[in-house]
Nanobody
Framework: QLQLVESGGGSVQPGGSLRLSCAAS????????IGWFRRVPGNALEPLLC????????RYEDSVKGRFTAARDNAKNTVYLQMNSLQFGDTAVYYC??????????????????WGNGTLVTVSS
């Protein structure tokens, strides 16, 4: 069974950092494009970044560019999202997703095949 499980969410003060993990089971992540997304309850899903399966290059959306960094650890079959300089507006449920065929250069890459259940990040003082 193919599964993604996020972890690492929690509460942090503005300006703080968190590292989210996305562990895969049932398939090797290194063959898949990886996306990170977030959703504020009542709002639409917001794409944050897409990591290519071919060279692990990352396309970051403007909302997180310079603050968030994605990385893979193929040996652990896990991807990470390092989030720095967190702001109130970063409060959301964060999701990772994986897809074997998606092109991160496309305008839309949220139609990925496999999704985790999400982890909540709360930025508050």
């Amino acid at each position: 069974q193919l599964q993604l499980v996020e972890s690492g969410g929690g509460s942090v003060q503005p300006g703080g950092s968190l590292r989210l993990s996305c562990a895969a089971s049932g398939f090797p992540l290194d063959y898949y494009a990886i996306g990170w997304f977030r959703r504020v309850p009542g709002n639409a899903l917001e794409p944050l970044l897409c990591m290519s399966s071919t060279d692990s290059s990352v396309r970051y959306e403007d909302s997180v560019k310079g603050r968030f960094t994605a990385a893979r650890d193929n040996a652990k079959n896990t991807v990470y999202l390092q989030m720095n300089s967190l702001q109130f507006g970063d409060t959301a449920v964060y999701y990772c997703a994986a897809d074997l065929d998606i092109d991160c250069g496309l305008p839309v890459y949220s139609n990925m095949d496999y999704w985790g259940n999400g982890t909540l990040v709360t930025v508050s003082s």
